[in-house]
C-alpha cells in the first residue's frame, strides 16, 4: 500500500481515537478534581474520593461487553461499522454527562444517573481499542506493524493530554464558578468532537485481511466461540499482560492526582502539569517505541515496560512524598513514558499476533477489556490500600510492582506470530490449531 495511504488510515484511525479517549479520561480527571463534592458530598474527603473513584471504575465494567458485542460487529459485519457505532455511544455519553444535576439539585439521582452514563461510556470505549488498531495494523506491511500500530495507540497520550489540557483551563476559574458551571464545559465539548471524528471515520475503508477472512467458507460463526476454542492460552496471557499497563496508567491518571491534592495537600496544577507533559511526550514516545519494535520485537519491548514498571513503583511514590514541584513532575513522566506508554505503544500489534484475522477484533477487545476492569478499579483498589496503611503510599506501591510481575510473566510465555503473514483462505482451525512461537 501507498506511504499516502497508509498514512490516511492511520491519520483516520488515530484522529477518531483521540476523541474517545478524550471523553473517556475527562472523567477520571472530573473523578479526582470535583465529582467527589458534585456528586458524593461527605465531610471525609477521603470517603468522598473514594465513592468518586467507585463510580470511574463503573464504566470500566461495561467494558468487556463492549469488546464482546462490538468485537462480534468488528468480526463478523466490519471493523468500520464497529468502529462507527462505539464513537456515537461514547460521545452521546459524555454529552449527557456535562448536562446533569448535581447532588444539591437532584440528591440520589444525580449519582445514579452518573453512574448510568459512565457504564455508557465504558460499553463504547470496550469496542474502540480493537478497532482503531486493526484499522491501521491489517492495512500495514507486515514489516512496518510495530510502527504504523503504535500511531492509534499514540491517540490515549493525546487523549489525556487534551483531557487534562482542558480541564487545566477551567481550573483556573474561581472555585465557586468551577463547580457551579466550569467542569461542564469538558463534557460538553465532546459533542463537537463527535461531529469532527465521524466525519473522518466515515473515509476509511474496510482492512484487506478482513475481506479475506470474510471470503472463508469455515469462517467463524460466533467469534467469541472460536476465539475460546481455539487460543485460550494467548486469550488468558494477553489479560494478565495487560494488567500492568492499565492499572499503572490508573494509578498515575486518576490515583495520584487525587492522593497529591487531598492527601498531601500538593497544589493541583502540579500534577496536571506533569500529566500534560507526560501526554505530550507520550503522544511523541509512541511511534518511535512502535519504530524500535520492528527492529528488536514487539514483545522484546513490551517485558521493558512490563519490567520498569516494577522497578519504579516504589521510587515513584517516594518522589510524590517529597512534595516537592520539580520531583513530582520528573516522577510522573517518566514513569508513565517508560512503563505504560511503553507497553501500550506496541501492546495492539504484540496482542494482534496472537489471534487470527477471524476472530482477532474480538480477542484484541477481551484482552483489553477483561484486564481493564482490574485497572478500572484500582484507583479505588488504591485508595483502600491507602486506607490501610494510614495514608502512607507503601501498600499501593507494593500493589503496582505485584501486578508489574504479573503481567512481565504473562508476556513472557505467549506464544506469537511475529512477522508471518495472513494465511489467506486456510482454515482458522488448521491454522489455529497450533500456536508458533517467535
Known sequence: MPKSSMRKIAAASFA?????????????????????????????????????????????????????????????????????ATLIIVGLGTFLIGLLPVYETAGFWA?????????LQGFGVGGEYGGAALMTIEHAPMEKRGFWGSV??????????????????????????????????????????????LFIRLQIEETPEFKRSQERADRPKVPLFSLVRQHPRNLVLAIGSRVAENVSANII???????????LMVDRSVPLTGMILASGLGFIACPIFGWLSDRVGHRVLYLCGAGFLMLAAFPFFMLLETKSTALIILAIVV?????????????????SELFEPGVRYTGLSMAAQLSAVVGGFTPLIASRLLAAGNGTPWYVAAY?????????????????REHQPDPGPASIAAVGAGEATE
Request: aromatic share 14%; charged share 10%.
Open 16 to 84: 477518531g481515537a483521540v476523541m474517545e479517549w478524550y471523553d473517556f479520561y475527562v472523567f477520571g480527571t472530573a473523578s479526582a478534581l470535583v465529582f467527589g463534592r458534585l456528586f458524593f458530598p461527605s465531610t471525609d474527603p477521603l470517603t468522598a474520593m473514594t465513592a468518586s473513584f467507585a463510580t470511574f471504575g463503573v464504566g470500566f465494567l461495561a467494558r468487556p461487553l463492549g469488546g464482546i458485542v462490538f468485537g462480534h460487529i468488528g468480526d463478523k459485519i466490519g471493523r468500520k461499522a464497529s468502529l462507527l
Open 111 to 119: 449519582p445514579v444517573m452518573l453512574v448510568v452514563l459512565r457504564l
Open 152 to 197: 492509534p495507540q499514540s491517540a490515549a497520550s493525546g487523549g489525556i493530554l487534551l483531557a487534562t489540557a482542558v480541564f487545566a483551563l477551567v481550573t483556573l476559574l474561581p472555585q465557586e464558578e468551577l463547580l457551579s458551571w466550569g467542569w461542564r464545559i469538558p463534557f460538553l465539548i465532546s459533542a463537537i468532537m463527535l461531529v469532527i471524528g
Open 253 to 263: 491518571n486518576t490515583f495520584a492526582l487525587g492522593y497529591l491534592t487531598s492527601s
Open 335 to 351: 514513569v508513565l513514558t517508560f512503563g505504560a506508554v511503553l507497553m501500550f505503544s506496541v501492546q495492539a500489534t504484540f496482542f
Open 400 to 416: 503496582m510492582a505485584a501486578i508489574a510481575l504479573l503481567s512481565l510473566v504473562c508476556a513472557a510465555m505467549t506464544s506469537a
